[in-house]
């Protein structure tokens, strides 16, 4: 029996490569060559969030040209399933609205790194004037951390949403078209998964012991060389020897950390407004041949 052509659809988390209509421009070979860049920026643990945030700008960009091309508007343009189309927007509309929720987040933890950062600079209040600064950065970590996990959570839902209408009489390329955007789709959600996990959870070793010491218990020096994976957990670790030391050096080991965690969260701010500029532009592209 022949395969459906709803195959060519189907979401995988296995790399693949994307059959566009025949005879591709240089512009699709394009989304199909920043999609492999991008599937191996996400196997790479290397690979920083802002360059991740960088190449999907660039993808978005490829696509919006190839969304310009007269032989996509023709295709796109004769589809006939109108919950394709509007799935298709639906998606492109979360797009804006995960960009727009990752941003507020950064700049509410920008906002709070900053405080602090001013607060450590000024030496003001001794132990418990600390403590209580400390305390506050936890509270608003705890909350922006309840609004991100939301955020991850529907995600995970977009990621298992399977199409439940049906292309069988649509064109074969207008088949592989929709199947190159839901493929565009499904490493946006995989990016902003882990671009709002590497920016949650604090460190569970690290928060309970300074919880501890804001309460007046005695407290055991934290381990420096306790690994840490990312900016954030960075400076949850320098706070935790800060408290239970005091010293200097563990000030300025604070401050490194904390300056570190704000350039990181400017660069991953600045990442997402260009993303969010070149979604805009996709969607838009989508509007005008959808809805035509």
């Not at 209408?165 to 490493?187: C, H, Q, Y």
Request: charged share 25%; proline share 3%; with cysteine.
């Amino acid at each position: 029996m022949a395969s459906s052509p709803l195959r060519l659809i189907k979401p995988s988390n296995h790399t693949r490569s994307i059959s566009l209509p025949s005879r591709p421009s240089p512009l699709t070979v394009g989304v199909e060559q920043q999609l492999q860049r991008l599937r191996s920026s996400q196997e790479a643990s290397a690979s920083s969030q802002c360059h991740k945030l960088n190449g999907l700008r660039d993808l978005y960009d490829y696509v919006d040209d190839f969304l310009q091309l007269p032989n996509t508007q023709k295709a796109l343009s004769q589809l006939r399933s109108e919950e394709c189309v509007n799935k298709m927007l639906d998606r492109s509309l979360r797009v804006l609205d995960v960009c727009n929720t990752s941003r507020d987040v950064l700049l509410e933890m920008k906002k709070s790194v900053q405080d602090l950062l001013s607060s450590i600079r000024r030496k003001r209040g001794g132990e418990s004037g600390l403590a209580d600064d400390v305390k506050e950065y936890m509270i608003c970590q705890k909350k922006l951390n309840k609004t991100v996990q939301k955020c991850v959570e529907d995600l995970k839902k977009n990621e298992n949403e399977h199409a439940s209408f049906s292309l069988l009489e649509e064109d074969p390329n207008v088949v592989a078209i929709v199947g190159s955007l839901r493929e565009v789709n499904a490493i946006t959600n995989s990016i902003f998964k882990s671009l709002l996990s590497s920016i949650s959870q604090p460190r569970k070793n690290s928060w309970p012991l300074i919880s501890k010491l804001m309460n007046k218990r005695k407290v055991a020096s934290h381990n420096e060389n306790t690994e840490c994976f990312n900016d954030v957990e960075k400076a949850d670790a320098a706070l935790l020897n800060l408290m239970s030391s005091k010293s200097c050096k563990d000030t300025q080991n604070v401050l490194k950390h904390l300056e570190a965690l704000d350039s990181s969260i400017r660069g991953l701010t600045e990442g997402l407004d260009c993303v969010f500029r070149s979604s805009i532009k996709t969607r838009v592209s989508l509007l005008n041949i959808l809805n035509c």
